[in-house]
């Protein structure tokens, strides 16, 4: 069973820095797409930021420049780099990854973590 696991939320005012981190665990051939979402209350959930195997980077306009995601392949994991941390980025933030189980399976299963919360103060 593949589990994803994040880390490095908190609390942290408006400017500052944090940096998230998403390890998956199981039996994982490969991971695809590696993604940061988050999900701010009474509001839907947004994807903030993805990272192919190959390297290539999309991000929200909301957090371009200001948050980099990176992918460890070797240590399964993904990371979320928050700089110039605003108010508005207060959310639940969740990763999810595209896995591949097997060298034989046809397709890619999506997993999810657990979240965790961020809170900007102003």
């Known amino acids: 069973q593949v589990q994803l696991v994040e880390s490095g939320g908190g609390l942290v005012q408006a400017g500052g820095s944090l940096r998230l981190s998403c390890a998956a665990s199981?039996?994982?051939?490969?991971?695809?797409?590696m993604d940061w979402y988050r999900q701010a209350p009474g509001k839907q959930r947004e994807l903030v930021a993805g990272?192919?195997?190959?390297?290539?980077?999309n991000y929200a306009d909301s957090v371009l420049g200001r948050f980099t995601i990176t992918r460890d392949d070797a240590k399964k994991t993904v990371y979320l780099q928050m700089n110039s941390l605003k108010p508005e980025d207060t959310a639940v933030y969740y990763c999810?990854?595209?896995?591949?189980?097997?060298?034989?399976?046809?397709?890619?299963?999506?997993?999810w973590g657990q979240g965790t919360q961020v809170t900007v103060s102003s």
């Open positions: 999810a990854s595209a896995v591949v189980l097997t060298a034989t399976m046809r397709g890619e299963n999506r997993y």
């Open positions: 199981g039996s994982i051939f490969s991971i695809n797409t």
């Open positions: 990272i192919s195997r190959g390297g290539s980077r």
